[in-house]
């Protein structure tokens, strides 16, 4: 296949070693924010892959589907604008999938971490928060990952209905927020942590990344399956339906 990367920051230029490493596919094009966005730029790619910053990749949007070439986005902290992006994409009968983690490490841990707050859901003993921890060079927080993760323990344990960013000194933590944490640290490739708290045990659940190219061999698989998608049901689409496929 051949892939235009959009962004040559950190994870750009890993997910170009991983095209490059696979024997398979080839590099059409890696624009950077120098690069005057049009439709032709991406066309005669059979796949785009976005790791910019939010304002970047809404920003090339629509050039992106109009040029007709389905594209996987790695970009985090556009969440807010989710349901207009899904219309805009829905309305050019393009194909978009995104995931803030491409790691199947990472999408392992998030279904564990579900289940755990589903367990714990009918037992008011338990108590569980969230954290994350990054790399100085990370714009957004909490982390993409964070705020899926957010998203399925308020899904699964009906004891917790809003997550809270940050900690006040004007109040005490009510027992129903959800507490998801961030620290910023030199180089850290990404990590998350589920803990479940009570006053006879503590468990907790992490995912520890050893470098980014998990990330990068994630997006790409994910491009591969969302090119042959694109052919028969253009959509938008998350890395659960890719998994899911996977697993049927
Ligand atoms: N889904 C996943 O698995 C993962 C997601 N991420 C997410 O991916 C995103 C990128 O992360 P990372 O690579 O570490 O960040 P970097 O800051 O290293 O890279 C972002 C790149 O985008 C470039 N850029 C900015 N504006 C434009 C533009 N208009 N057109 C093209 N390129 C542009 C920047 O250029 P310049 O430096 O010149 O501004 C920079 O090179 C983040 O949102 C991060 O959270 C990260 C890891 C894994
Ligand atoms: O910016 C990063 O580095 C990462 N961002 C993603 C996120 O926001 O969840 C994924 C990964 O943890 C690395």
Redesign the pocket.
């Known amino acids: 296949m051949r892939f235009t990367l959009?962004?040559?920051?950190?994870?750009?230029?890993?997910v170009a070693q991983v095209i490059g490493q696979s024997g398979r596919h080839e590099i059409a094009a890696v624009?950077?924010?120098?690069?005057p966005?049009t439709p032709e730029l991406f066309r005669g790619s059979d796949a785009i892959i976005d790791?910019?910053?939010?304002?970047?990749?809404l920003?090339?949007l629509p050039a992106i589907l109009s040029s007709g070439v389905p594209v996987v986005?790695?970009?985090?902290?556009w969440d807010d604008v989710r349901e207009t992006v899904r219309s805009q994409v829905s309305d050019a009968g393009a194909s978009l999938l995104?995931?803030?983690?491409?790691?199947l490490g990472?999408n392992i841990f998030l279904r564990t971490v579900r289940e755990a707050a589903r367990l714990i859901s009918p037992f008011p003993q338990f108590d569980i928060a969230f954290a994350e921890q990054?790399?100085t060079?990370?714009?957004?927080f909490p982390?993409?990952?964070a705020l899926r993760a957010a998203d399925m323990i308020l899904e699964a344990n009906r004891r917790k209905t809003t997550v809270v960013r940050e900690l006040s000194d004007e109040r005490k933590l009510a027992p129903e927020e959800l507490h998801v944490a961030a620290i910023r640290l030199g180089t850290v490739?990404?990590k998350h942590s589920a803990f479940i708290d009570s006053e006879l045990d503590e468990i907790v659940i992490s995912h520890t990344a050893k470098s980014?190219a998990?990330?990068?061999s994630?997006?790409v698989e994910a491009a591969e399956w969302l090119a042959g998608r694109h052919r028969t049901t253009p959509g938008f689409y998350t890395m659960d339906d890719f998994l899911n496929e996977k697993l049927s």
Do not use: E, P
Not at 31 to 35: A, G, P, S
Not at 51 to 57: G, I, K, L, M
Not at 73 to 77: A, H, Y
């Open positions: 959009v962004g040559n920051g950190r994870m750009g230029t890993q624009i950077d924010i120098d690069t966005i790791f910019t910053v939010r304002d970047a990749f920003l090339n986005v790695g970009t985090t902290g995104w995931s803030s983690n491409f790691s990472v990054h790399h060079g990370k714009a957004d982390s993409g990952t490739f990404g980014r998990g990330f990068a994630g997006s």
